[in-house]
């Protein structure tokens, strides 16, 4: 039970922080292009498609927040889907055999990432690296899931012999 616990964890965190860090959008993007030196990197002779990349969200972002700050309501939304589908997961950790559903509707909802980062970033105009880095979310969170169901399914079948 502990080690299906401490994946549930793992995969919490990263549901939660990636959803609580959509709300300040602005202020942490500024603190990462100051972080990177991006402004030094995406300027010159051959400037690196990262820091371009970087300086121009920066620069979307604070438009954006200056003039329709109201967009951002919706990654406040956003934030809270992601503490939501948290929410529902503490079912798996009261009782993971009872509730060995949710880790199938984790993996599902961890490979529905990747068509929908692939997809949506193709409308949206993302470049293909930054919808890998999306795409690995998914995956990412699919690991933890796929090894605490493995143990779920196991912790079931040696209640159901005893």
């Known amino acids: 039970m502990r080690r299906i616990r401490s994946l549930l964890a793992i995969f919490l965190s990263g549901l939660v922080v990636s959803g609580v860090t959509s709300i300040p959008l602005v202020s942490e993007v500024n603190a990462l292009v100051a972080m990177t030196g991006a402004h030094e990197l995406d300027a010159g002779p051959e400037p690196r498609m990262w820091a371009v990349r970087l300086t121009d969200i920066q620069a979307a972002l604070?438009?954006?927040?200056?003039?329709?700050?109201?967009?951002f309501y919706g990654t406040d939304w956003l934030a809270f889907g992601h503490l939501m589908i948290a929410l529902v997961f503490v079912g798996a950790w009261r009782d993971p055999v009872r509730n060995a559903w949710l880790f199938d509707y984790g993996l599902i909802a961890c490979a529905l990432v990747i068509p929908w980062a692939l997809i949506f970033g193709e409308v949206r105009g993302v470049p293909v690296w930054w919808r890998l880095i999306d795409c690995s979310f998914g995956v990412l969170g699919a690991v933890p899931l796929l090894l605490a169901r493995r143990l779920v399914r196991q912790l079931g079948e040696s209640t159901q012999k005893a």
Do not use: G, H, I, N
Not at 62 to 71: I, N, Q
């Open 62 to 71: 604070v438009e954006t927040s200056d003039r329709f700050p109201f967009l």
